[in-house]
């Protein structure tokens, strides 16, 4: 790459992160990531995402308590229907935590019956990623959530938070410091064409 600046920079920087430190980031933080989120371009500048940013404690244990249950009814679609089992096993090891033990956990859903709803909050949330590296913090899509928002007793304590059950789930992002940073992966070739 002959050009460098520091976003560019910053988007080669950025790693998924699955293991944090339990030091919470600040409330500065959290504004500017929150910030990065809701800046995001959005179809037709429709902006009706959520972003929730749960930093409580027994509220994130439990709503993982609800995830490990909530797997064991999961139907999942085509792309994992084959790794289900192995998916419901290591949802269910000790110490399984879908947020790898994040202080904060940023829950991004949308209006119901919007065809963009995803693309925008991905959008929003690739922003934040990019915001909490140029931060010094870690981030990880985490996508639990979303392929369990069918599950009534997740939705029913979304709700108790905030979250419509109408709301589609869209994604969700684990944020904090890093402990172990995550190698990264080389790039495939072949994904990239120039027609001039
Ligand atoms: C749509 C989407 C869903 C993802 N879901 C998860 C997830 O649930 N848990 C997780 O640990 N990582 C998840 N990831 C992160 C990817 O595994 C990660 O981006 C990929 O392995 C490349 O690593 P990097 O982000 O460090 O470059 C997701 C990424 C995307 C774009």
């Given at each position: 790459?002959?050009?460098n600046n520091e976003i560019l920079h910053c988007i080669h920087e950025r790693r998924s992160t699955r293991q944090?430190?339990?030091e919470q980031i600040s409330p500065e933080q959290l504004d500017a990531l929150l910030d990065a989120a809701i800046w995001a371009p959005s179809g037709i500048n429709s902006q009706s995402w959520l972003f929730t940013a749960v930093q409580k404690k027994e509220t994130l244990l439990h709503l993982n308590e609800l995830?490990?249950?909530?797997?064991q009814h999961w139907v999942p679609d085509d792309d994992y229907a084959g790794n289900l089992r192995a998916i419901r096993e290591h949802t269910q090891k000790e110490g399984y935590c879908f947020y790898y033990g994040a202080p904060t956990l940023i829950i991004a859903s949308n209006r119901p019956n919007y065809a963009n709803a995803v693309a925008d909050c991905a959008c929003a949330l690739q922003n934040l990623f990019l915001a909490a590296q140029s931060l010094g913090l870690g981030s990880c899509y985490i996508n639990q959530p979303h392929w369990l928002q069918n599950d009534k007793p997740i939705r029913a304590y979304?709700?108790?938070i905030g979250i419509s059950e109408e709301h589609t789930i869209c994604a969700s992002a684990a944020v904090g410091y890093i402990q172990t940073p995550s190698p990264s992966p080389a790039r495939k070739e072949g994904t990239v064409k120039i027609i001039c």
């Amino acid at each position: 790459m002959s050009l460098n600046n520091e976003i560019l920079h910053c988007i080669h920087e950025r790693r998924s992160t699955r293991q944090f430190t339990g030091e919470q980031i600040s409330p500065e933080q959290l504004d500017a990531l929150l910030d990065a989120a809701i800046w995001a371009p959005s179809g037709i500048n429709s902006q009706s995402w959520l972003f929730t940013a749960v930093q409580k404690k027994e509220t994130l244990l439990h709503l993982n308590e609800l995830v490990r249950e909530g797997f064991q009814h999961w139907v999942p679609d085509d792309d994992y229907a084959g790794n289900l089992r192995a998916i419901r096993e290591h949802t269910q090891k000790e110490g399984y935590c879908f947020y790898y033990g994040a202080p904060t956990l940023i829950i991004a859903s949308n209006r119901p019956n919007y065809a963009n709803a995803v693309a925008d909050c991905a959008c929003a949330l690739q922003n934040l990623f990019l915001a909490a590296q140029s931060l010094g913090l870690g981030s990880c899509y985490i996508n639990q959530p979303h392929w369990l928002q069918n599950d009534k007793p997740i939705r029913a304590y979304l709700a108790g938070i905030g979250i419509s059950e109408e709301h589609t789930i869209c994604a969700s992002a684990a944020v904090g410091y890093i402990q172990t940073p995550s190698p990264s992966p080389a790039r495939k070739e072949g994904t990239v064409k120039i027609i001039c």
